[in-house]
């Protein structure tokens, strides 16, 4: 969606969920701030039945002037209300009528079926869409120090204080908003309240742990999420512990925040499977986070009690770990007679020379979807770009003996197109830089569909491994059958025959 689209309508409302958090006041003052600037007169409410209590929030309020109001119900119909960090009909927002409906948001909802929702899962924070939306729009948050404080404390108590982000737009939010410190220090400082502790306390003598797999299990009452973190944390360094689960209910749903301190299991993977078809997950190896939307999760039939939703994990979690086939490179002796042979399409790739960016000896930061990648320009470097964003860097002569240059046009098909960062230059767009290329010989491997969940120990990564999920494929390269990798169903029918 395009925030411009916004700005036919005169009668506006801007909504926020109910019990709001400082990432749907952020998100909806975000709105406020870009219509009216753009000459609206703008509500800024949330419905509900209780009233803003938490004093983080209410500092938030004052020091940054959000006109943010409580409403029961609204005089007249306006033309367009617009959800922010939440979608009409879910249980967590107040059913307001209104004549057109509009949404930012980021949790996955059975909802999202009108042009003018922009619902994106894979965000860490609503504020992160937001300052997409802003800028995308021409409009510098960043011009404007109280929303830009704004929007990075949403970011940051949405993601467990900046350890659970999960998508490139997170990351640029963090390091580009220009907060203002104080007011920030202030707000963190504020956080708990005397009752939360006691449920996070409450909460530590529940604690659940499955001996076989090492993995702890803590129910939180209702209550802020940021709480769940705080739990994890302490949760994960028990001695026995070597992945912990948190999850408390919240409205329209449950929150959870994982951790990990061993590479054999992936707190991200394992937020995505608890998640999976009923919500979202992700973040990094070692911390993350997720959300079940009740709504989807009765849609799918599963049944899970939002007050007590124990079995649920347990039964999942047990599954992450029993479900699973563990393939080693160096000691898996594939059954070549169950895979088949594919030849890979001869597709477009672009590339840039690292020293046509920077001069040699420069450090900087190329941002993708999957990660931030540090790169020092040398002469001898260069950097591929897939054609859904993904980059790796490449020696000048390898890259001279398998690409040759083309005149076809490279784009690129993804949701984030790759940036690079330095402190010099700020952020701009890698391509700018790119050039095209095509590979001269087509490659072939041989590669099996996954009918179960596998992690794959590749030969040029001890640390981590590949996940693969039923539908993805396992592929060997024909001429190196050590050379093993994991690639999406939908990859896979797209760059292989
Ligand atoms: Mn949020």
Redesign the pocket.
């Known amino acids: 969606m395009k925030l411009s689209e916004l700005l036919k309508y005169d009668s506006i409302v801007i909504q926020c969920h109910n019990y709001p958090?400082a990432?749907?006041i952020a998100s909806g003052y975000g709105l406020y701030c870009y219509l009216t600037f753009h000459g609206k007169k703008p509500r800024l409410i949330y419905g509900g039945n209780k009233k803003i209590s938490k004093s983080n929030l209410l500092i938030m309020i004052e020091k940054l002037g959000i006109p943010i109001e409580y409403a029961e119900k609204l005089d007249k119909k306006p033309e367009l209300l617009i959800t922010a960090?939440c979608v009409h009909g879910e249980s967590n927002t107040a059913d307001f009528e209104a004549e057109n409906y509009a949404a930012v948001d980021?949790h996955a909802s059975v909802y999202a079926k009108s042009p003018m929702y922009d619902i994106r899962p894979s965000y860490g924070?609503?504020s992160s869409v937001i300052a997409v939306l802003l800028n995308e729009a021409g409009y510098d948050f960043n011009a404007n120090e109280k929303l830009a404080t704004a929007l990075y404390y949403g970011l940051y108590t949405?993601t467990d204080e900046m350890k659970e982000l999960s998508h490139p737009a997170d990351r640029d939010l963090r390091d580009f908003a220009k907060y203002n410190k104080a007011v920030f220090s202030l707000l963190i400082n504020s956080n708990l309240s005397l009752s939360e502790l006691r449920i996070a306390g409450d909460a530590l003598n529940r604690i659940n742990c499955n001996n076989a797999h090492h993995c702890a299990f803590v129910r939180a009452e209702e209550c802020d999420p940021n709480i769940l973190g705080f739990i994890s944390d302490l949760v994960i360094k028990v001695d026995s512990v070597k992945a912990s689960v948190v999850c408390c209910k919240v409205s329209g749903g449950i929150k959870f925040s994982i951790r990990s301190c061993v590479k054999e299991i992936n707190a991200s993977e394992l937020a995505e499977f608890i998640a999976e078809n009923i919500g979202s997950g992700g973040g990094h190896c070692d911390k993350a986070g997720g959300f079940i939307n009740m709504r989807l999760a009765s849609e799918k039939y599963m049944k899970i009690d939002a007050d007590e939703p124990t079995e649920y994990f347990n039964k999942r979690i047990s599954e992450y770990f029993e479900c699973v086939d563990i393939i080693d490179v160096n000691s898996y002796a594939p059954d070549l007679s169950v895979m088949k042979i594919y030849t890979k399409k001869m597709v477009t790739l672009g590339f840039v020379k690292s020293t046509d960016i920077f001069p040699a000896g420069t450090s900087f930061v190329v941002r993708t979807l999957e990660a931030d990648f540090n790169v020092e320009a040398d002469d001898n470097i260069y950097i591929m770009i897939d054609d859904e964003g993904n980059i790796y860097p490449i020696e000048k002569e390898k890259f001279s003996r398998t690409y040759s240059l083309s005149d076809k046009i490279f784009k690129i098909d993804g949701e984030y197109s790759p940036s690079i960062i330095s402190t010099s230059h700020g952020q701009r767009e890698l391509l700018t830089y790119a050039k095209s290329c095509i590979p001269n010989t087509s490659s072939s491997i041989y590669a099996v569909r996954l009918d179960r969940r596998v992690k794959l120990y590749t030969l040029w990564d001890k640390e981590n491994y590949m996940s693969g999920k039923p539908g993805d494929y396992l592929a060997i390269r024909t001429d190196d059958l050590k050379d093993m990798y994991i690639i999406s169903g939908r990859r896979f029918s797209k760059i292989y025959e």
């Open positions: 958090d990432d749907t960090d980021h924070s609503c949405d």
